[in-house]
């Protein structure tokens, strides 16, 4: 059984930094499409940004240019850079990877806060 698990949420103030990791406990990485979504209290979860096979990336327009998304297929991990944090990110991240034979799998999410 394939488990994500996230890690490196936490407190920030805005304006700051932080980076998330995504790790696999199976090699499932390599063939799969990572995104990072977000649940904020009281709103739908929402698409924070995704990585394809290749390396191709996408992002919210609310993130653009602050966040940066990438993977490391050897090590089965995948990682969120979050710079120039605001208020508004404040949230539940998790982690999703669609894997063309296995499926669809999601972490538990690690939390985000920013405040000053």
């Known amino acids: 059984q394939v488990q994500l698990v996230e890690s490196g949420g936490g407190l920030v103030q805005p304006g700051g930094s932080l980076r998330l990791s995504c790790a696999a406990s199976g090699s499932i990485f390599s063939a799969a499409a990572v995104g990072w979504y977000r649940q904020a209290p009281g709103s739908e979860r929402e698409l924070v940004a995704d990585i394809t096979t290749r390396g191709s990336t996408n992002y919210a327009d609310s993130v653009k240019g602050r966040f940066t998304m990438s993977r490391d297929n050897a090590k089965n991990l995948v990682y969120l850079q979050m710079n120039s944090v605001k208020p508004e990110d404040t949230a539940v991240y998790c982690c999703?990877?669609?894997?063309?034979?296995?499926?669809?799998?999601w972490g538990r999410g690690t939390q985000v806060t920013v405040s000053s």
């Open positions: 999703n990877a669609v894997h063309p034979y296995y499926g669809t799998y």
